[in-house]
């Protein structure tokens, strides 16, 4: 994004000039008025039509190929319990912890469970966990992050501080917090990170939407008797899309980080359904003893899935700000 | 300037009421008795209920907190469910061990994030941008056992160049114990570098932007020199808040890393808190999390108004 794109600095302590991808992770922030560059998109994109947006985006290489990987991910988990060389849950309880080699590709688990099974397999419930939990997510913080934006004064001060107060804990504690206490499930986990998820996004949609709030449209509509809801919906939503857009896409990185990192601690999918986090705590003291293909290769699927999410991501982002 | 630094605190302070409120309530909804949890489940009830009365869990939740937040305006963090002792000394040595690993990730992310950052902010557009940008981006979605993982099975396993657990024991040296840490401090190095990379980099570019610098290279200053002199001490700014704000995550989001490498930090100490439903323990951990974080942010608000005359004089708020 270019710095001319930028929109003026608030009037505001904080500072400004904080890029859409990285607004904030897990817990990592930078002050609560960030997100600027969403804006530039948000601006930017303003004139361009759909198609313009998917022929501009299938011309880079770095969409294809992110795009490929999780289309390779998405037909494993569809699919994977029909392809896999072995079931995932098979215990061969005299071959344990055997090497890769050409019977088991990938070697075998602590219980003697095919591991290149389990990696096929393992992709299920984190590409069904993390879309629904983004999603909410981002349901959530548009409306939380519209109403924030349009409303400002004393409501977007309150609302601001306990967004501030939520980003000051890092995700991963929030997440784990809550599923202490609610106990782990898939419908917890998209509950929680879906709403641990809406504050981030409602940081961003809310420097989009104060944008928007000074372009003479919205004071067109209001003067043509638009109550605050249309306006906010009709008026502002469609002008803010391409930011969510983009915070969408870089926000389903970060669940794939967080549903991974819970299962590893033990919060989130439990054994023995595969999964790629929960798998690696599982074996991860194998790894003293040189056991490395029953940590390494779920460990290279996450890696895998999120560098793919991320690409997408950020061709998005060029793109729409091009 | 002095209402700037009074409205800073007094947003702090107010940060911090929202925080302990969050932190205490989520405390309360979870389940199970700590007493019960404490003394397994054949203790006989009337145990149970005299513990509960000991650890004053039974009474109404206002009064609760009332007395939690005041035990914590005079540095009472509360009492340990499970060890039955003050929670204090046990917070305080597990964010000594959390300090000395988030320092180490500090002093080796700071500056190769501002460089990187920096290079791509004068090659943007161009394939050295475009490696450092979408890099740091997709290494700071990467969890930090992941990385973790795969260092351990290169330096520890197949080379066996380093130690692959955090802790050195009790009576190793102090270049000891730096060489256990170093293994552990890399997935917070990977995971931070994208942050400050982006920040210093749109710093950077909005400064190169700046009517200021066209005006440094029209008046014919050399390309280095005006960057030094006038694109840099700008851009830079910016970038101190990023690094500030990351020190709540490198205390807190250490979980990970304190688990994988077996640290006894306060990520590891909250774990643990939250696996055994220790409470009081979780409470003053994250609260200590929370207070780390605005401190760190309140600072860095300091440094860049003592940094920047605009706002030192009185400019802007």
Same mark, same amino acid.
């Given at each position: 994004m270019s710095g001319l794109l930028q929109p003026p600095v608030e009037p505001s302590g904080a500072l400004p000039a904080e890029p859409a991808g990285s607004a904030g992770s897990l817990g990592m922030t930078t002050g609560y008025l960030g997100a600027t560059a969403a804006t530039a998109v948000a601006a930017a994109s303003r004139a361009k039509p759909t198609a313009t947006v998917w022929r501009l985006l299938l011309r880079r290489t770095a969409f294809w190929v992110g795009a490929g990987i999780v289309l390779f991910w998405i037909v494993c988990a569809i699919f994977g319990h029909a392809f896999a060389p072995y079931s995932p849950l098979t215990q061969q309880l005299l071959f344990t912890n055997a090497a890769p /080699? /050409?019977?088991?590709?990938?070697?075998?688990?602590?219980?003697?469970?095919?591991v290149l099974s389990r990696v096929i397999t393992g992709s299920r419930d984190i590409l069904i966990i993390t879309p629904l939990a983004t999603i909410l997510g981002t349901i959530l913080?548009?409306?939380?992050?519209?109403?924030?934006?349009?409303?400002?004064?004393v409501f977007d001060l309150i609302a601001g501080r306990i967004v501030? %107060?939520?980003?000051?804990?890092?995700?991963?504690? #929030?997440?784990?917090?809550?599923?202490? %206490?609610?106990?782990? /499930?898939?419908?917890?986990?998209? #509950?929680? #990170?879906?709403?641990?998820?809406t504050p981030l996004i409602a940081r961003t949609v809310r420097a989009a939407a104060q944008v928007e709030r000074q372009q003479d449209y919205? %004071?067109? /509509?209001?003067?043509?008797?638009?109550?605050?809801?249309?306006?906010?919906f009709s008026e502002i939503l469609p002008n803010v899309v391409p930011a969510i857009l983009v915070e969408f896409t870089v926000r389903l990185g970060y669940a794939i980080f967080a549903v991974a990192t819970l299962s590893f601690l033990g919060f989130g999918i439990t054994p023995p359904t595969p999964d790629w986090g929960a798998d690696i705590y599982a074996n991860y003291i194998g790894l003293l003893s040189g056991y490395w293909w029953q940590t390494l290769f779920p460990a290279l699927a996450i890696a895998s899935l999120v560098i793919a999410v991320i690409l997408i991501a950020d061709s998005i982002e060029q793109v729409l700000a091009s | 300037m002095a209402t700037f630094l009074l409205r800073r605190l007094g947003l702090m302070i107010l940060t911090l009421w929202i925080l302990s409120l969050i932190v205490f309530f989520a405390g309360q909804i979870l389940p199970g008795d700590p007493a019960r949890a404490t003394l397994g489940p054949f203790a006989a009830p009337s145990a149970v209920k005299a513990l509960d009365a000991q650890l004053g869990v039974n009474r109404p939740l206002l009064t609760r907190y009332l007395s939690w937040i005041g035990g914590l305006l005079h540095g009472n963090l509360g009492t340990s469910y499970e060890y039955r002792s003050a929670v204090e000394p046990f917070v305080r040595a597990a964010l000594i061990n959390s300090i000395k690993l988030a320092l180490l990730a500090f002093v080796i992310v700071v500056p190769l994030a501002i460089i990187g950052g920096v290079i791509a902010a004068l090659y943007a557009g161009r394939a050295a941008d475009r490696v450092i $940008? &979408?890099? !740091?981006l997709a290494l700071s979605t990467v969890p930090e056992f992941v990385s973790g993982v795969v260092l351990i099975v290169i330096f520890g396993v197949e080379l066996k160049v380093l130690p692959v657990t955090a802790s050195a024991g009790a009576n190793a040296s102090d270049f000891q114990q730096f060489r256990h840490l170093i293994l552990p401090a890399i997935p917070l190095v990977l995971v931070l570098f994208g942050y400050i990379a982006r920040m210093a980099r749109a710093g950077t570019i909005e400064a190169l932007n700046s009517d200021y610098t066209r005006t440094a290279i029209l008046k014919g200053l050399p390309r280095w020199t005006a960057i030094r002199r006038h694109v840099l001490r700008? $851009? *830079?700014?910016?970038?101190?808040?990023?690094?500030?704000?990351?020190? +709540?995550?490198?205390? +807190? +989001?250490?979980?990970? &890393?304190?688990? @994988?490498?077996?640290y006894q930090g306060l990520g590891n100490l909250i774990f643990q808190a939250a696996v055994h439903k220790d409470f009081a323990m979780l409470e003053a951990g994250v609260l200590i999390i929370g207070?780390?974080?605005? *401190?760190?942010?309140?600072?860095?608000? *300091?440094? *860049?108004?003592?940094?920047?005359?605009?706002?030192? @004089? !009185? +400019?802007?708020?």
């Amino acid at each position: 994004m270019s710095g001319l794109l930028q929109p003026p600095v608030e009037p505001s302590g904080a500072l400004p000039a904080e890029p859409a991808g990285s607004a904030g992770s897990l817990g990592m922030t930078t002050g609560y008025l960030g997100a600027t560059a969403a804006t530039a998109v948000a601006a930017a994109s303003r004139a361009k039509p759909t198609a313009t947006v998917w022929r501009l985006l299938l011309r880079r290489t770095a969409f294809w190929v992110g795009a490929g990987i999780v289309l390779f991910w998405i037909v494993c988990a569809i699919f994977g319990h029909a392809f896999a060389p072995y079931s995932p849950l098979t215990q061969q309880l005299l071959f344990t912890n055997a090497a890769p /080699s /050409s019977a088991h590709w990938f070697g075998t688990d602590g219980l003697g469970r095919d591991v290149l099974s389990r990696v096929i397999t393992g992709s299920r419930d984190i590409l069904i966990i993390t879309p629904l939990a983004t999603i909410l997510g981002t349901i959530l913080g548009t409306i939380l992050g519209l109403a924030m934006g349009y409303f400002g004064g004393v409501f977007d001060l309150i609302a601001g501080r306990i967004v501030e %107060a939520f980003l000051a804990l890092p995700i991963v504690i #929030i997440a784990f917090l809550f599923i202490v %206490a609610l106990g782990p /499930s898939t419908g917890t986990l998209i #509950i929680v #990170i879906g709403l641990v998820f809406t504050p981030l996004i409602a940081r961003t949609v809310r420097a989009a939407a104060q944008v928007e709030r000074q372009q003479d449209y919205v %004071a067109a /509509s209001r003067l043509f008797g638009e109550g605050p809801v249309r306006v906010m919906f009709s008026e502002i939503l469609p002008n803010v899309v391409p930011a969510i857009l983009v915070e969408f896409t870089v926000r389903l990185g970060y669940a794939i980080f967080a549903v991974a990192t819970l299962s590893f601690l033990g919060f989130g999918i439990t054994p023995p359904t595969p999964d790629w986090g929960a798998d690696i705590y599982a074996n991860y003291i194998g790894l003293l003893s040189g056991y490395w293909w029953q940590t390494l290769f779920p460990a290279l699927a996450i890696a895998s899935l999120v560098i793919a999410v991320i690409l997408i991501a950020d061709s998005i982002e060029q793109v729409l700000a091009s | 300037m002095a209402t700037f630094l009074l409205r800073r605190l007094g947003l702090m302070i107010l940060t911090l009421w929202i925080l302990s409120l969050i932190v205490f309530f989520a405390g309360q909804i979870l389940p199970g008795d700590p007493a019960r949890a404490t003394l397994g489940p054949f203790a006989a009830p009337s145990a149970v209920k005299a513990l509960d009365a000991q650890l004053g869990v039974n009474r109404p939740l206002l009064t609760r907190y009332l007395s939690w937040i005041g035990g914590l305006l005079h540095g009472n963090l509360g009492t340990s469910y499970e060890y039955r002792s003050a929670v204090e000394p046990f917070v305080r040595a597990a964010l000594i061990n959390s300090i000395k690993l988030a320092l180490l990730a500090f002093v080796i992310v700071v500056p190769l994030a501002i460089i990187g950052g920096v290079i791509a902010a004068l090659y943007a557009g161009r394939a050295a941008d475009r490696v450092i $940008s &979408v890099a !740091g981006l997709a290494l700071s979605t990467v969890p930090e056992f992941v990385s973790g993982v795969v260092l351990i099975v290169i330096f520890g396993v197949e080379l066996k160049v380093l130690p692959v657990t955090a802790s050195a024991g009790a009576n190793a040296s102090d270049f000891q114990q730096f060489r256990h840490l170093i293994l552990p401090a890399i997935p917070l190095v990977l995971v931070l570098f994208g942050y400050i990379a982006r920040m210093a980099r749109a710093g950077t570019i909005e400064a190169l932007n700046s009517d200021y610098t066209r005006t440094a290279i029209l008046k014919g200053l050399p390309r280095w020199t005006a960057i030094r002199r006038h694109v840099l001490r700008n $851009s *830079l700014l910016p970038t101190i808040t990023v690094i500030a704000t990351q020190t +709540g995550y490198l205390i +807190g +989001g250490l979980v990970v &890393v304190e688990t @994988l490498f077996n640290y006894q930090g306060l990520g590891n100490l909250i774990f643990q808190a939250a696996v055994h439903k220790d409470f009081a323990m979780l409470e003053a951990g994250v609260l200590i999390i929370g207070a780390v974080y605005v *401190l760190a942010t309140l600072i860095a608000d *300091l440094l *860049l108004t003592w940094l920047n005359p605009r706002l030192r @004089l !009185g +400019g802007a708020e």
